[in-house]
């Protein structure tokens, strides 16, 4: 099982980025993905998540209104979407998946991929 983050840049503060999961090796539709991210420092937090049907969403509270998540299935991939990007946002995004729950804690005994470094410059 892999999973393959991409997306990651420097931007401006208010600005916009999308990030890209790819996986391969698993049957995607029978799992949850979501992202977390971790700043230097800081203990790594959960961001966002989609439950295996994309029929629920999940998010944390300091990135509703401004990140998306979103997959497409065909393509065994999820996504997310920032805007209104802030410093405190900065941090290596990683995508995780699970089989269990869209919830966080069911995110840390599943698949993890390596992460991808978005920087937000003030």
């Known amino acids: 099982v892999q999973l393959q983050a991409s997306g990651g840049g420097l931007v401006e503060t208010g600005g916009s980025l999308r990030l890209s999961c790819a996986t391969s090796?698993?049957?995607?539709?029978?799992?949850?993905t979501g992202w977390f991210r971790q700043a230097p420092g800081k203990e790594r937090e959960f961001v966002a998540a989609?439950?295996?049907?994309?029929?629920?969403?999940v998010y944390a509270d300091s990135v509703k209104g401004r990140f998306t998540i979103s997959r497409d299935v065909d393509k065994s991939a999820v996504y997310l979407q920032m805007n209104s990007l802030k410093p405190e946002d900065a941090a290596v995004y990683y995508c995780?998946?699970?089989?269990?729950?869209?919830?966080?804690?069911?995110?840390?005994?599943?698949?993890w991929g390596h992460g991808t470094l978005v920087t937000v410059s003030s």
């Open positions: 989609i439950s295996r049907s994309g029929s629920r969403t």
């Open positions: 995780a998946a699970n089989r269990v729950g869209a919830e966080r804690h069911w995110f840390e005994s599943g698949y």
């Open positions: 090796g698993l049957s995607f539709r029978l799992y949850n």
